[in-house]
T-cell receptor, first 113, second 111 residues
């Protein structure tokens, strides 16, 4: 069963507009969430994270929102730039215990000039 | 430069021929992990390690072995590779699971 779901395989937006990438999770034990960005022929790079004690975390153009009751998080990119075109992975983890970071399948974002 | 180094970047091998993909990090990280990426399946964890001599299975450990004899190295061993292990493999490390640093990947083809 898929514990972390990214239901949109792809997303296309215009440069300067907002990109919203969504992620849902099923495991109530998850309490730490991360977003990674991946360019072709490169490894994923850490983008931003959020702990379950928060509902929002912001870093420059990137903001992650967490809705624990809905088991949903989203990544907002404002304004979107062509260089943001990449695959974005949502990941979830649990406090303490094992180091089992669980990834979603990814969403390919294309930002058109 | 802080990095995770995987070798080789590309490998084509035949079924049953043992191989090792090396992974080394220069950041003194305790946590290390191996993932495979397959189309439509995203990143799936194979094995992880929380410190020297401490390893555990991830979600898809079948057909793989790992070892963590030194903090910096975490090799992935395929004792008898099969075609279903054709994939893109990533090694990653972290000091405290905040922001894993990934290697550039190893594309393995088993024929």
């Amino acid at each position: 069963d898929q514990q972390v779901k990214q239901n949109s395989p792809s997303l296309s937006v215009q440069e300067g507009r907002i990109s919203i990438l969504n992620c849902d999770y099923t495991n109530s034990m998850f309490d730490y969430f991360l977003w990674y960005k991946k360019y072709p022929a490169e490894g994923p790079t850490f983008l931003i994270s959020i702990s379950s004690i928060k509902d929002k975390n912001e870093d420059g153009r990137f903001t992650v929102f967490l809705n624990k009751s809905a088991k949903h998080l989203s990544l907002h990119i404002v304004p979107s730039q062509p260089g943001d075109s990449a695959v974005y992975f949502c990941a979830a983890d649990t406090q303490g215990g094992s180091e089992k970071l669980v990834f979603g399948k990814g969403t390919k974002l294309t930002v058109n000039p | 430069e802080a990095q995770v180094t995987q070798n080789p970047r590309y490998l084509i091998t035949v079924t049953g021929k043992k191989l090792t993909v090396t992974c080394s990090q220069n950041m003194n990280h305790e946590y290390m992990s191996w993932y495979r990426q397959d189309p439509g399946l995203g990143l799936r964890q194979i094995y992880y390690s929380m410190n020297v001599e401490v390893t555990d299975k991830g979600d898809v450990p079948e057909g793989y072995k790992v070892s963590r004899k030194e903090k910096r190295n975490f090799p992935l061993i395929l004792e008898s590779p099969s075609p279903n292990q054709t994939s893109l493999y990533f090694c990653a490390s972290s000091a405290n699971r905040v922001g894993y640093t990934f290697g550039s990947g190893t594309r393995l083809t088993v024929v």
